[in-house]
Nanobody
Framework: QVQLVESGGDSVQAGGSLRLSCAASGYTYRSYSLGWFRQAPGKEREGVASIDSGGDTDYADSVKGRFTISNDNSKNILILQMNSLKPEDTGMYYC??????????????????WGRGTQVTVSS
């Protein structure tokens, strides 16, 4: 049974930072992509950052230079460090794990398992 549990969401002022964590268990694929997605009210869920089993990463253009994704394999924890936050970063942030064999991707249909999300609110 694969479980993904996000934490770290909060309300912050614009310009602030947050560190999101995703604790993963039961996921045993050797080749995979792990990702962070977000969804604002009334909008589609969008890919924010991803990292694959080889360590390659991808970022949405809107977060490049501000967000950093990392994967602590020893602890099975996926991290999203978010700096210089903007009001448009507001949304529910989801951790996801792909079907086997994927390299780093922001395409949501590549992901098989999803967490329940953690809310990030950035005020101006």
């Amino acid at each position: 049974q694969v479980q993904l549990v996000e934490s770290g969401g909060d309300s912050v002022q614009a310009g602030g930072s947050l560190r999101l964590s995703c604790a993963a268990s039961g996921y045993t694929y050797r080749s995979y992509s792990l990702g962070w997605f977000r969804q604002a009210p009334g909008k589609e869920r969008e890919g924010v950052a991803s990292i694959d089993s080889g360590g390659d990463t991808d970022y949405a253009d809107s977060v490049k230079g501000r967000f950093t994704i990392s994967n602590d394999n020893s602890k099975n924890i996926l991290i999203l460090q978010m700096n210089s936050l903007k009001p448009e970063d507001t949304g529910m942030y989801y951790c996801a794990a792909s079907w086997p064999g994927y390299t780093s991707t922001l395409v949501k249909y590549a992901y098989k398992y999803w967490g329940r999300g953690t809310q990030v609110t950035v005020s101006s």
